[in-house]
């Protein structure tokens, strides 16, 4: 296998501009791409400055088992300074708690989806 990193994750949303103000604008993330589709909707992927697994959000119809809401969850050097400052931009965010794997809280985007956010002990640290 050859296989290197997950490239992106699908969210579907609402609405395009919406949702991208929300990641970047409220978590921090960049806009990687935002172009039009040949079939006239919209490709847009964020991402965390420096990742390499990008969000795509996606207002094309989702149905089956993956129709509502997805949970996905970032990992961070600093949970208290993240959630002070995702409080500071409006973001509603639980108080963490610990874990034997770290320190976790999370928080609802625009559209439903659940965004975990971890600061692992070194016990639930992924090796690299």
Do not use: N
Request: avoid cysteine; glycine fraction near 10%; hydrophobic fraction near 40%.
């Amino acid at each position: 296998m050859t296989i290197t990193h997950v490239q992106f994750l699908t969210l579907p949303v609402a609405d395009h501009a919406r949702a991208r103000d929300f990641y970047v604008g409220k978590l921090g993330f960049e806009a990687l791409v935002d172009r039009r589709t040949p079939e006239g909707g919209r490709f847009v992927m964020v991402a965390p400055k420096g990742a390499k697994t990008g969000v795509v959000l996606t207002d094309q119809p989702v149905t089956g088992a993956d129709a509502g809401p997805r949970h996905f969850q970032l990992q961070s050097t600093d949970l208290d300074t993240d959630v002070a400052t995702l409080r500071a931009a409006g973001v509603e965010v639980g108080d963490p708690r610990e874990w034997p794997w770290g320190r976790a809280t999370s928080f609802t985007d625009l559209d439903g989806h659940v965004v975990g956010l971890l600061q692992p002990s070194d016990f639930g640290a992924v090796p690299r």
